[in-house]
């Protein structure tokens, strides 16, 4: 019996997003992507390079699939565009806030890939706070869009464990790959009709609000430990800050030090140089900086830092 596949509609931009796109090609589902939504081309690293196209652009181009580059959302021509295609199924990836005049086109629905267990972590950097909370357990979910942003009814979820010096880099992409699998197995139940839903626990709401020059700052007056997971939660983008002497200091890994000999913390935030190695005092021990990087310098380990910055014990970080 011929089976007409669904016309689906995948919107996405980052490197997240790039490997539910890939599954969705490779499954056996009855589908056919008749559109991919990114961002333009823009400059990705450094200011005044030339404009490249977007991880999920790059994919598309690659697989011979239609590619249409929205700058805003909002714009009625872009809803338009969207209706013409007379989407089945919309599925979304770490892309941008829908109006309902773009999900609402979709005859079967318009589903998020979210990389947290909803509802905790709601909004714009769910893996870095979860690893800044100190979280053992992550995972993506699946929901229906509504006008609320990932607050729509929950179609299925997946766990993992989280690794104590797991960083938010690491993470994102372990769950990538897990979030295609979520896709595969999402399209899968729509197109067999088969969906059930629950709706998301106010009740157990968390927020995971966007990462600003602020709130990456570090604060030293901190448990060792939930300093360790400031910095890794960051790591390897936007990347946890402080500053020393005066100029900004990155750190991009960081490691705790339940060994450290019986010397005073101080104020926290105290540097400590011992053994060749560099530490840093929080509220009640120390972690162990193991990368770095000093305004004006290139990324670095420890090792290398102190060989060619005249650092001392007792100097204050953040200060």
Known sequence: MHVTPLRLIFMGTPDFAVPSLQAIVDASLPVEVVQVVTAPDRPRRKKNAEAEPTPVKSLALQLGLPVLEVEDVKDPGFAEAVRRLQPDVIVVAAFRILPPAVYGAARLG???????????????????????????????????????????????????????????????????????????????????????????????????????????????????????????GLAMRPTAWTTLGGKNFKIFQSAPAPAMPATSCGKPGTMLIEGGRLYASGTDGWIEILSLQLEGKRPMDAGEFLRGFRAESGTILGG
């Open 110 to 232: 318009a589903f998020n890939l979210h990389a947290s267990l909803l509802p905790a972590y709601r909004g714009a950097a769910p893996i870095n706070h979860a690893l800044i909370e100190g979280e053992r357990e992550s995972g993506v979910t699946t929901f229906f869009l509504q006008r609320q942003v990932d607050t729509g009814n929950i179609i299925l979820k997946k766990s993992t464990p989280i690794n104590s010096m797991e960083n938010a880099t690491q993470l994102a992409g372990r769950l990538s790959q897990i979030g295609a699998e979520a896709v595969v197995e999402t399209l899968r139940l729509i197109a067999e009709g088969t969906v059930e839903v629950s709706a998301q626990d106010e009740s157990l709401v968390s927020k995971a609000p966007k990462l600003t020059r602020e709130n990456t700052r570090i604060d030293w007056n901190q448990s060792a430990e939930d300093l360790h997971n400031f910095i890794r």
